[in-house]
């Protein structure tokens, strides 16, 4: 069968980065997607370049900075998106906008209140304005599995005359079944007249469990590209996971009659930075990048997998780019063991280069102080000599905590609060909480909660906290890792006050 070529669309900076607690700097956001273009994949979403100055900025820097893929960004169909857009994707090799608007009844009477002519009429004129600012248009038919069929090819039909060069055909809210949806995506082709003039793409969300299933069954069907992210991250339930279409389509090619040009060595590398920069992690099970994906457990298994891999292996761990790497990275790491696992990250050390990594290895040091372990995400910052020191204006000296289901969890903290030592003590729903009420009680800072999430990593049991605090509106995140849990919590909450202490001196940017 002749293998079709997919692209596949990246909508992690966008989609994923909708999700409370997952947004990222300028910065990391460059960060991630200099790494989606090494992992491969043919367009990027960069954000919603008309939803806040940063978001434009960010996008802005993308499509400077990063070569290869497709930039684009998400506009409404109003006029201001679509300029905000058009100038922000302007300097990349190849910029596009996309743009969204509802075609299902639902929308068009308790969203839009508009008849179905009027909104055709409005995506339309859309589309031809935005096709005097930039040469390719992705058009989204928002909530298509919930449109009538007649109007949602009608739409197609139309805004394909007035320019757009992909049609792309969302399961927006999750409703869509595999077969159904696969049907759907042939009858579109089947019956739009012009639709060979454009390209015709999924967008999945996964709220039935269904995304990815859903994707392939569009990409069966005829679909030429498909909309993803990163370890299936996105509004609600999340959006169609990457690398389950990849992995799918290579292990089953003949079956789909299709390809990606995904490196799939880089799926790995990329998970784990978008779930530690995003503060996303991914559950222990989670298809192709979870930490027990590639593990066996029973004696059976375990037995034929030592007999022969294949007797319980469909693919390799390096055919995703997890490499079998057992040397963790900590203050006591020597010289040797840092320059392996940077060489796994894919930086390289001459002889004559020894000077460059001695500094290197002193600022490897300084973090490992801090850290416990040093990942991944880690090393890449050391090696961008992004390492900014936080000044520590509250220290932690000690605490005691106790916990308990009959009496009333507590806790006592002692501060080092530049240079003098003060201790509080508070009650509290668990002994984080009460550890946390006796900070307050110290720092007087009027704080908030946003999110909080804990990752256990490692042999020996560490607690990797991240937390993100609220000071007046804006959000800062602490991380630490210990191997006890309120440890953790603490150090990681007193990180978010530093950083905030630090910005509002004037030390350190967010
Ligand atoms: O879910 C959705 O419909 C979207 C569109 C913008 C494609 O995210
Ligand atoms: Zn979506």
Redesign the pocket.
């Known amino acids: 069968m002749a293998q079709r070529k997919i692209d596949v669309f990246d909508t992690t900076l966008r989609?994923g980065e909708q999700v409370p607690g997952a947004s990222l700097n300028r910065d990391e956001k460059l960060h991630v997607a200099h790494q989606l273009a090494s992992l491969g994949v043919d367009i990027i979403e960069a954000g919603f370049a008309a939803s806040s100055p940063g978001d434009f900025a960010a996008v802005k820097m993308i499509a400077e900075s990063v070569k290869g893929p497709v930039i684009t960004a998400?506009a409404r169909a109003v006029e201001s998106d679509i300029e905000a857009v058009a100038e922000a994707v302007k300097p990349a090799e190849r910029p596009r906008i996309h743009m969204?608007l509802g075609t299902s009844k639902q929308h068009l009477d308790h969203k839009f209140r508009k008849s179905e002519d009027d909104i055709l009429k409005m995506g339309v004129d859309a589309v031809k304005f935005a096709r005097n600012l930039c040469p390719e248009i992705e058009y989204?038919t928002?909530?298509a599995s919930r449109s009538d069929f007649d109007y949602l090819c009608r739409t197609l039909e139309a805004v394909i005359d007035a320019g757009a060069s992909v049609v792309?055909i969302?399961d927006?809210v999750g409703y869509a079944v595999p077969e159904q949806w696969g049907e759907l995506i042939r009858r579109i082709i089947e019956t739009v007249p012009n639709i060979h003039k454009a390209k015709v793409s999924v967008?999945c969300?996964n709220d039935l469990g269904m995304a990815t299933a859903n994707s392939l069954a569009a990409i069966k069907a005829g679909a030429q590209q498909v909309?993803c992210t990163m370890n299936g991250i996105g509004?609600r339930a999340g959006n169609a996971s990457l690398e389950e279409i990849v992995m799918a389509v290579k292990m089953r090619g003949e079956f789909y009659g299709a390809y990606t040009d995904i490196d799939t060595r880089q799926i790995y590398p990329t998970s784990v930075l978008v779930r530690e920069r995003m503060h996303m992690p991914v559950q222990a099970n989670k298809a192709i990048v979870g930490a027990n994906a590639f593990s066996h457990s029973s004696g059976i298994h375990q037995d034929g997998v030592l007999k022969n891999r294949e007797n319980y292996e469909i693919m390799t761990p390096e055919d995703v780019g997890i490499e079998q790497n057992e040397i963790i990275l900590t203050a006591r790491s020597g010289r040797h063991a840092l320059r392996h696992r940077l060489e796994l990250v894919g930086y390289t050390f001459s002889d004559e280069k020894r000077e460059e990594f001695d500094h290197i290895y002193a600022r490897f040091l300084n973090v490992a102080d801090r850290k416990k372990e040093v990942l991944d995400t880690d090393l890449h910052d050391i090696m961008k000599g992004e390492t900014v020191e936080v000044p520590e204006q509250y220290h932690l000296v000690d605490f005691q905590a106790v916990a308990g289901i009959q009496g009333t969890p507590m806790a006592t903290v002692r501060l080092n609060v530049g240079g003098e030592v003060v201790q509080a003590a508070a009650n509290g729903d668990g002994p984080v909480a009460a550890a946390f009420n006796a900070i307050d009680e110290i720092t007087k800072l009027p704080s908030e909660i946003q999110n909080t999430s804990t990752t256990s990593v490692g042999k020996h049991g560490e607690q990797n906290v991240t937390i993100n605090v609220g000071y007046h509106d804006q959000s800062y995140t602490g991380q630490a890792s210990a191997t006890d849990v309120v440890e953790a919590s603490i150090r990681a909450y007193l990180n978010s006050l530093n950083k905030f202490v630090a910005t509002h001196s004037g030390v350190v940017g967010e």
């Open positions: 989609d998400l969204v989204s928002e909530d792309n969302p927006t967008h969300h909309e509004e």
